[in-house]
């Protein structure tokens, strides 16, 4: 990662730490400064990417959490207009995607105008630890939580 890459990713966590919890006075305060050690490389590698996005591309990605979280109930709950409105929030493309994924999320299914919302609550869950803490989360709520959201990462990287 690069410097500039690092730097990227800071600004982005203390945007993310302003919507987070918007009592913080100064969202650099919880990223470093004030006695804390500021996070290492190592922690912005392993920092997501989604809060670098625009409100939209953010919504896309908590929607494919979502849906990767639930991909294993997917094909067996889903009626043919819920999949059209899945497919017109996330893209067919995307959909597809999480679909062919190996078996392995169960979570069940909210309706397709919630998939954004459980998502987000899936990423904030699935936080890792330097930020969570630096964000005064708790963070890695769920086990498999940071594997949906980089899943969820990945496919909109490629379907975009």
């Known amino acids: 990662m690069s410097g500039a890459d690092a730097r990227r990713r800071l600004v982005a966590s203390a945007m993310l730490a302003r919507q987070l919890d918007p009592m ?12 804390r050690t500021p996070p290492t490389l190592a922690d912005l590698a392993q ?4 809060p670098t996005l625009d409100g939209d591309a953010r919504s896309r990605i908590f929607a494919l959490a979502a849906l990767v979280a639930g991909r294993d109930r997917l094909a ?4 043919g207009e819920r999949l059209r409105d899945v497919a017109a929030l996330v893209g067919e493309d995307a959909l ?9 999320g169960d979570r069940v299914l909210d309706p397709p105008k919630m998939l954004p919302a459980a998502g987000r609550a ?28 980089r899943a969820a990462e990945r496919i909109a990287e490629a379907a975009a």
Do not use: N, S
């Not at 990423?123 to 989360?137: I, V």
């Open 24 to 35: 913080a006075r100064r969202a650099a305060a919880l990223l470093g400064a004030r006695g």
């Open 122 to 149: 899936l990423a904030e869950q699935a936080l890792p630890p330097t930020l969570a803490q630096r964000l005064g989360r708790c963070g890695r709520d769920l086990p498999q939580g940071d594997g949906f959201v």
């Open 76 to 79: 067996r709950e889903i009626d």
């Open 96 to 104: 597809e995607a999480v679909l062919a994924l190996p078996p392995g």
């Open 47 to 50: 920092w997501p990417r989604w």
